[in-house]
């Protein structure tokens, strides 16, 4: 008997991460547009879904409930780190491989210049100070990487190049104010306290929020105003 209630309990599990998945499909497909629009043409969208729902995946296997949160806010954060890390890596190759196609293809000029064969790679090697295996490296490397320039991924609004830099006097009270604000916040309710985390770091609109909290739109500005209201009166007191 012990081995049929260990079936029927495996059994179970995977009905329960089944209906997980399927259910929290169309918020992984939102969150993978969501980064998406960020990195611009960078990424293929199809790859970023597929990224998405493997996540999805493995945040309905890894999830426990505890009663703290619910498996949505688990799975968006799950999900959304996963993309941005994704879009982070492939931004810092795309850099590297940038700088080096620009150096090859000065290489090459100065090469012709001299009246030598830009495509003799022992030439093009030697230019750069490199061996040849390396540079079939730097054009492996290349190959694979977004064909975009820095100044065609830049975006004055884009989260990935904010400048977060501060003066001395700015970075004093910003660390105060942000030490004050999370003892603060570890006073509100987790319902309210989740709406905050979704809003302002998650960047969800009101419509996401009420679809990963199971709530309506109204309820969810509701909950925002509250929150700020008893954060702001917190804070006064402080």
């Not at 100044?151 to 977060?164: G, I, L």
């Not at 009420?210 to 500005?221: F, M, P």
Request: net charge negative; hydrophobic share 45%; aromatic share 6%.
């Amino acid at each position: 008997m012990s081995g049929l209630r260990a079936y029927n309990a495996q059994a179970s599990d995977q009905i329960i991460i089944s209906e997980r998945v399927r259910s929290h499909m169309p918020l992984a497909r939102k969150l993978a547009w969501q980064v998406h629009g960020r990195a611009r043409d960078l990424f293929d969208i199809e790859d970023m879904i597929q990224m998405a729902m493997l996540a999805l995946v493995e945040a309905a296997q890894r999830f426990e409930d505890r009663g703290e949160a619910t498996f949505g806010s688990y799975a968006m954060m799950r999900i959304r780190g996963t993309l941005i890390d994704h879009v982070r890596n492939n931004l810092s190759l795309s850099r590297n491989a940038v700088q080096r196609r620009d150096k090859i293809a000065a290489a090459e000029k100065e090469i012709i210049a001299e009246g030598g064969d830009a495509k003799d790679p022992k030439l093009v090697a030697a230019k750069l100070g490199i061996t040849a295996t390396e540079l079939v490296t730097w054009r492996n490397q290349i190959s694979v990487a977004p064909d975009k320039s820095l100044d065609e991924v830049y975006d004055d609004h884009s989260a990935w190049f904010a400048d977060q830099g501060h003066t001395p006097e700015s970075a004093l009270q910003a660390d105060d104010l942000k030490s004050r604000l999370m003892a603060n916040l570890k006073r509100l309710k987790e319902r309210d306290a989740m709406v905050l985390q979704l809003y302002y770091v998650e960047e969800l609109n009101l419509e996401e929020i009420a679809e990963v909290l199971d709530v309506t739109v109204g309820r969810v500005s509701q909950l925002k105003k509250a929150a700020l209201a008893q954060l702001r009166e917190w804070l006064q007191d402080d």
